[in-house]
């Protein structure tokens, strides 16, 4: 169950949420401009910056988990290949679909999304695909541990949104750590006796 969010501090505290950094500072960075009105959504602006930064972690892992699964769809072989082909295509398009709404959220926190293979590759803890294609069930077994990595970053800012009262974004993380949680047991199932 999620945990309530503490929407009683004063505007003038600085985050509280812990932001996990990977390899030095992620900074997320602001966008706007002088002409559009000061982003005024009550969640402050510090809060907005260590939320979308977390959200960019999540996104660059959905991206790089989209990509290898989208690759294992490719270039699985064997005598599984119709079903995992298959299975493959409908988690690709599953996190393809995520990495919209995930990159949306930090726009509408007033940030730049990040969008590029340089990026992604520095900010993302999954793996980058292997450059030759492995075997059907170790494809699985990357896969496994894929949605486990992206489910437990997503798990970690749950209550860095949840501080700072930014309920959407706290729905947003809880959503795909349901997602993640569930790919992981299917794929899991196929490796077991
Ligand atoms: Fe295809």
């Known amino acids: 169950m999620a945990k309530a969010p503490?929407?009683?501090?004063?505007a003038s505290t600085p985050s509280s949420g812990k932001v996990p950094k990977k390899g030095g500072a992620i900074v997320a960075q602001e966008s706007g401009s002088r002409n559009a009105p000061i982003i005024n959504i009550g969640i402050e602006r510090q809060d907005r910056a260590a939320i979308a930064e977390g959200l960019s972690r999540v996104l660059a892992d959905t991206y790089t988990l989209y990509l290898t699964t989208h690759n294992f769809h490719w270039?699985?072989?064997?005598?599984?290949?119709?079903?995992?082909?298959a299975m493959f295509m409908g988690q690709y398009t599953e996190l393809w679909g995520a990495t919209d709404v995930l990159a949306e959220r930090i726009r509408a926190l007033g940030h730049y999304a990040p969008g590029s293979y340089a990026e992604f590759s520095k900010i993302s803890t999954v793996p980058d695909v292997p450059q030759n294609p492995p075997k059907a069930m170790e494809m699985v077994r990357i896969l496994v541990?894929?949605?486990?990595?992206v489910s437990r970053i997503a798990r970690e800012f749950?209550?860095?949104?949840e501080e700072a009262g930014d309920d959407p974004t706290a729905d947003m993380l809880?959503?795909?750590?349901t997602v993640h949680d569930q790919t992981a047991w299917m794929l899991r199932s196929l490796l077991e006796d």
């Open 75 to 85: 270039n699985v072989t064997g005598p599984h290949f119709n079903s995992l082909h």
């Open 174 to 177: 809880t959503a795909r750590c």
């Open 6 to 10: 503490k929407k009683t501090k004063p």
């Open 158 to 161: 749950i209550p860095v949104a």
């Open 145 to 149: 541990k894929g949605h486990e990595t």
